[in-house]
């Protein structure tokens, strides 16, 4: 077999296993990934429609402690039974969800993906590690740990990340952006994909020194 053909095979079959093995936790969390473009063209419409509605939040007041403490006890330890009873407190009605995998609008479909995706997964516990605001958008860094069957053999996986935030009148989520590295956070988790990045991921770091 020729060298040319063993590289063909190899990517043919890397491509396979990548797909079944994304599709296989994707299922998991509820719904395939959009397109990129379509993706990105949702949170910018997004971002057209919630600035007229989006209030200020004043920093150090009571108005947006009270947001940050209703997040931070959403995402701190979240289970079907939290999430059906506290993400219609949490986001607005017609809130936007962008979680680099999918986009969603409102409050009701939000609560279905995060209902979906906790079937199958152990743990999802989401840190505040510090927060900025400027004008109606509020940015928090966080830490996450998630244990699910699919990722790292089900030992638990730690991801870092960056939210963006606009809320309502209410304190309630009108749109939440996810900015976080989905390569270290779930591919490299992966099997076979896993280890095909990591792979390319060793070949740049040799390529750098």
Same mark, same amino acid.
């Given at each position: 077999? =020729?060298?040319?053909?063993?590289?063909?095979?190899?990517?043919?079959?890397?491509?396979?296993? @990548?797909? @079944?093995?994304?599709?296989?936790?994707?299922?998991?969390?509820?719904?395939?990934?959009? &397109?990129?473009?379509?993706?990105?063209?949702?949170?910018?419409?997004?971002?057209?429609?919630?600035? &007229?509605?989006?209030?200020? #939040?004043? &920093?150090? =007041?009571?108005?947006?402690?009270?947001?940050?403490?209703?997040?931070?006890?959403? !995402?701190?330890?979240? =289970?079907?039974?939290?999430?059906?009873? #506290?993400?219609?407190?949490?986001?607005?009605?017609?809130?936007?969800?962008?979680?680099?995998?999918?986009?969603?609008?409102?409050?009701?479909?939000? #609560?279905?993906?995060?209902?979906?995706?906790?079937?199958?997964?152990?743990?999802?516990?989401?840190?505040?590690?510090?927060?900025?605001?400027?004008?109606?958008?509020?940015?928090?860094?966080?830490?996450?740990?998630?244990?699910?069957?699919?990722?790292?053999?089900?030992?638990?996986? @730690?991801?870092?990340?960056?939210?963006?935030?606009?809320?309502?009148?209410?304190?309630?989520?009108?749109?939440?952006?996810? !900015?976080?590295?989905?390569?270290?956070?779930?591919?490299?988790?992966?099997?076979?994909?896993?280890?095909?990045?990591?792979?390319?991921?060793?070949?740049?770091?040799?390529?750098?020194?």
């Amino acid at each position: 077999m =020729s060298a040319e053909k063993t590289s063909f095979d190899w990517r043919r079959n890397a491509r396979h296993g @990548l797909v @079944l093995a994304v599709a296989g936790v994707l299922a998991a969390c509820g719904r395939a990934p959009l &397109p990129v473009q379509d993706l990105n063209a949702s949170y910018e419409r997004a971002l057209a429609r919630t600035a &007229p509605l989006a209030v200020r #939040q004043e &920093p150090g =007041s009571e108005a947006q402690q009270a947001a940050f403490d209703r997040l931070q006890a959403y !995402f701190a330890n979240m =289970s079907a039974t939290s999430v059906r009873e #506290q993400t219609a407190v949490v986001y607005a009605p017609d809130a936007y969800l962008n979680d680099t995998l999918v986009g969603i609008d409102g409050a009701r479909r939000i #609560q279905s993906y995060f209902s979906h995706t906790m079937q199958d997964t152990r743990v999802l516990e989401v840190r505040f590690l510090d927060r900025a605001c400027n004008g109606i958008d509020c940015f928090v860094r966080w830490e996450m740990r998630v244990e699910h069957k699919s990722l790292a053999g089900g030992q638990p996986v @730690l991801s870092y990340g960056m939210t963006q935030f606009r809320f309502d009148a209410e304190g309630r989520v009108l749109l939440h952006k996810d !900015f976080w590295d989905s390569g270290t956070g779930l591919y490299e988790q992966l099997p076979v994909l896993g280890r095909i990045i990591g792979r390319v991921r060793a070949a740049a770091e040799a390529g750098a020194e």
